[in-house]
Structure formats: C-alpha cells, structure tokens
C-alpha cells in the first residue's frame, strides 16, 4: 500500500458491490452501503449512464464480470459461514483487512451479542472512520485495530483490543492476501493460530499460480496485475494449494473446504442470466483451528 494513503483497491471493490448491488437481477451479495462508502471517483463513474450500461453489459459481464463475481463471492461466502459459525456459539467476528466492508453497518444492530473488530491498515481505517461517521455513533459492539501487516503481527495487534483468546472467534481475511508476500500471508495465518482459541474458524480468499491460467482468465489477470500496480499496491501473494494446506495444517488448522473459482461459480452463479461468475484466478479457503 501507498505510505499515507488509504486502500485504493478497497474503494474499487466497493465499487463492484454497490454496481452489482444496483444493477444485478438477484444479486448474489447484497450491499446496500457500498455506494456511500466508495469514493467520488468511483460514485461519478456509477452514476454516469454510460459506464452504467457498460458495466452491465453482457460483454462486461463475461470479462471484468469475473472481477465482480470475485469480490461479490467472497464476501457471500464468508458471511454464509459466518452465520454457521453464530448458530453454533461464536461470538467474535474479526474482518482482518476490513477496507470498506459495511458489516458494521449492515448487521452489527441486528446481532448486538457478536463482537466485532475491525482490523485493517491505519490509513485505510481512518478514511473508513471518517465515512462511517455520517451515519451517527458507531454500534457498541464494534470496535478498530490498526495493523500493517508487513510490520506487526495480528497476535499483537488483537493484544490491544478487547478480543478474547479464551473464547472461539470467526475470522475473515478477504481481498488481502492477494497484495501481500506469500511469507507475511503465512506469518499472520499462524500468529491467528497462537492467538486464536480452539474450534476458532478463518475464511480467506487466495490466489493461485497465474501462470497455470489460460485465455480470458489469463487476460483478465493481466489488467487486475497493471490496475493494481497503477493504484500502488500490486499483486504479490499467489499459492499452489497443496503446499497452502500443508503450511496451515502444520499451524494447527485442518482444512474444512478449499473451494475453486470454478466450485464457487456452480454454488453461487449457477445460469445467471446476466453471465457473471467467478473467477478461477481466486480460491476461497476455510479453517477451522484444532488445538491440542
Ligand atoms: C482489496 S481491499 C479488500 C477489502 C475488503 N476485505 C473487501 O473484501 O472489500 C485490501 C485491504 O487490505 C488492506 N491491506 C493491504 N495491505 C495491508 C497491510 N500491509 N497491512 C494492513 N492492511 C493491508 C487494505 O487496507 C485494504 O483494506
């Protein structure tokens, strides 16, 4: 990320929440916040009726619609879990690498018993912090933890907060190991595993070998790498899956589901009409932490 500037690729997946949240026929994510919480640029841009229909086109659909479905099914995918994990007792929900996400102000009212805590980039926080004042006194059960993960780890970071390491918690990691070093991906997944108690679940998204992809897939890698790169924080974490589940499970974690682009667009965008799905440059990956 750009010293003093907060996430620019928080701001365009928001972006792809609120046009899909907008313009899509049964969406597969709903974020009614995400048009507030981006910024002027991206509001300009959907509010503009040719970028709309553009945007929405079917042809956008096939292509850039691979991005949408990334960022819409991670964030389906990870609330779906979420709510498996509340029925069965959890009681903490750590947005790791929050950027815009509005949890907060979707559902923080509507489960007042959940803790959440949002741990993200202190420049990428503050930003946030300042939008999300506009809708009066943040919830009570709500509360931020600066992190830069290149420089601290989690463990550390969660220590100054009122997270409890005797109680089991929900992590999700979204859109974030993307821009990191495979090694700080591994160094925060661990120091999870040191803080986090047993029965602790975590969902993130990865993404593998872009040289294994082919054609639109491959063409659509390229543009996300140089649009990345153009809004400074290119793309530096990829994995072989296999080698993933063996680092983790060496931590502690058994894996419960690693689901492929391909896996994800059969759950979530089976025969849309408006043709998005998922990518298969991304995996989405859920642990759930064993401790001895
Ligand atoms: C693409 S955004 C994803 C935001 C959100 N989870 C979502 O799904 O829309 C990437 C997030 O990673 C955070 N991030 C990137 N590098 C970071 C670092 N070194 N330390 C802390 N946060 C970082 C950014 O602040 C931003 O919130």
């Known amino acids: 990320m750009k010293e003093g500037q907060s996430s620019r690729t928080a701001e365009a997946a928001a972006a792809l929440r609120a046009n899909h949240f907008q313009n899509a026929e049964n969406p597969v ?11 002027k640029g991206w509001k300009k841009l959907l509010t503009t009726s040719v970028t709309v229909k553009v945007m929405n086109s079917a042809v956008f659909n096939r292509t850039f619609g691979l991005l949408t479905g990334q960022v819409v099914g991670r964030s389906r995918y990870a609330e779906d879990l979420l709510e498996k994990a509340m029925a ?57 933890v600066a992190i830069d993960f290149e420089k601290e780890s989690i463990a550390d970071a969660l220590t100054r907060s009122t997270f409890k390491q005797d109680q089991a918690a929900f992590f999700s990691w979204l859109g974030t190991t993307h821009y990191l070093e495979p090694a700080t991906t591994l160094n925060t997944l661990a120091s999870i595993s040191q803080i986090a108690a047993q029965g602790s679940e975590v969902v993130l998204d990865y993404s593998v070998d872009y040289r294994e992809l082919e054609g639109i897939e491959r063409l659509g890698t390229l543009f996300v790498s140089q649009f990345t790169r153009f809004l400074k924080e290119p793309l530096k974490g990829q994995f072989r899956p ?33 043709h998005i799905r998922h990518t298969v440059a991304t995996h989405m990956l859920h642990l759930q932490l064993i401790k001895a």
């Open 29 to 39: 994510f709903s974020d009614p916040f995400a048009f507030e919480l981006t910024s």
């Open 88 to 144: 069965q007792g959890i009681q903490q929900y750590v947005l790791v690498g929050a950027g815009l996400d509005s949890f907060t102000l979707r559902q923080a009212q509507k489960y007042p018993q959940l803790k959440i805590f949002e741990v993200d980039h202190p420049d990428t926080q503050a930003a946030k912090q300042s939008k999300l004042r506009q809708y009066g006194a943040l919830p009570e059960n709500v509360e931020f």
């Open 242 to 274: 296999k080698i993933l589940h063996q680092a983790v499970e060496q931590m502690g974690y058994i894996v419960t589901e690693d689901l492929s682009g391909d896996g994800l667009t059969e759950r979530y965008f089976h025969a849309r009409s408006d």
